[in-house]
């Protein structure tokens, strides 16, 4: 028999630690790509640190990132494979940004959240970009937001935007390319540099 006061059964410390290794624990990664096509001004601007930056977050199989389109009320957040180049992009490094405890429907339901968020037709390449996104989706899931330095070109631009032309900021008309839609699968989204590169009169990639 069990001493008086006392049940019989594990320790307190012994359920504790098996409580705690049930608990999931899921990397949250940031993938970072280069809209700069290759060069020695790419690599300039890279080492300077004020590079035209594209992030997104990867969580299992699946990378998160937020772009811009005209068709209202459609999320703007869609999902490739990791480390899927973007139109034009150049992919540059992986950084291990954390961890989140959260099960699986509890992620689910704040990339959800954030989708309902970030729509294509409030992208803005100064102020409300993919990078933003990917900070709000790290803060959502770590409670720590991303480096500041993935947007600093974005902030530059809003110091100084007599060099941004008004109508790169806008969002652009939906193009087809790589990558689901989170609302209904639909393929319809753009990216930073395609942006630049209609409005300036160049080719898409």
């Given at each position: 028999?069990?001493?008086?006061?006392?049940?019989?059964?594990?320790?307190?410390?012994?359920?504790s630690?098996?409580?705690?290794?049930?608990l999931?624990?899921?990397?949250?990664?940031i993938?970072?790509?280069?809209?700069?096509?290759?060069?020695?001004?790419?690599?300039?601007?890279?080492?300077?640190?004020c590079?035209?930056?594209?992030?997104?977050?990867v969580?299992?199989?699946?990378?998160?990132?937020?772009?811009?389109?005209?068709?209202?009320?459609?999320?703007?957040?869609?999902?490739?494979?990791?480390?899927?180049?973007?139109?034009?992009?150049t992919?540059?490094?992986?950084?291990?940004?954390?961890?989140?405890?959260?099960?699986?429907?509890?992620?689910?339901?704040?990339?959800?959240?954030a989708?309902?968020?970030?729509?294509?037709?409030?992208?803005?390449?100064?102020?409300?970009?993919?990078?933003?996104f990917?900070?709000?989706?790290?803060?959502?899931?770590?409670?720590?937001?991303?480096?500041s330095?993935?947007?600093?070109?974005?902030?530059?631009?809003?110091?100084?935007?007599?060099?941004?032309?008004?109508?790169?900021?806008?969002?652009?008309?939906?193009?087809?390319?790589?990558?689901?839609?989170?609302?209904?699968?639909?393929?319809h989204?753009?990216?930073?540099?395609?942006?630049?590169?209609?409005?300036?009169?160049?080719s898409?990639?």
């Amino acid at each position: 028999m069990a001493p008086h006061g006392r049940r019989a059964g594990r320790k307190p410390s012994e359920t504790s630690h098996r409580t705690t290794l049930s608990l999931q624990k899921t990397e949250v990664l940031i993938n970072v790509y280069d809209l700069l096509p290759p060069g020695k001004l790419s690599s300039t601007f890279w080492m300077l640190g004020c590079s035209l930056l594209h992030s997104a977050v990867v969580i299992k199989d699946k990378e998160y990132a937020f772009g811009g389109h005209d068709r209202k009320g459609l999320t703007g957040v869609y999902w490739t494979r990791p480390k899927t180049e973007p139109p034009g992009g150049t992919f540059r490094c992986e950084i291990l940004h954390g961890f989140t405890m959260r099960s699986e429907e509890e992620i689910e339901a704040i990339i959800k959240q954030a989708s309902e968020k970030f729509l294509g037709t409030s992208y803005n390449l100064l102020t409300f970009n993919c990078n933003h996104f990917t900070s709000h989706l790290c803060y959502d899931l770590t409670s720590q937001t991303a480096p500041s330095w993935l947007n600093r070109a974005a902030s530059i631009g809003l110091a100084l935007p007599c060099v941004v032309p008004q109508e790169w900021v806008a969002p652009p008309d939906a193009d087809t390319a790589d990558g689901e839609l989170l609302d209904d699968g639909d393929e319809h989204r753009d990216d930073e540099r395609a942006i630049m590169l209609r409005n300036a009169g160049g080719s898409r990639t």
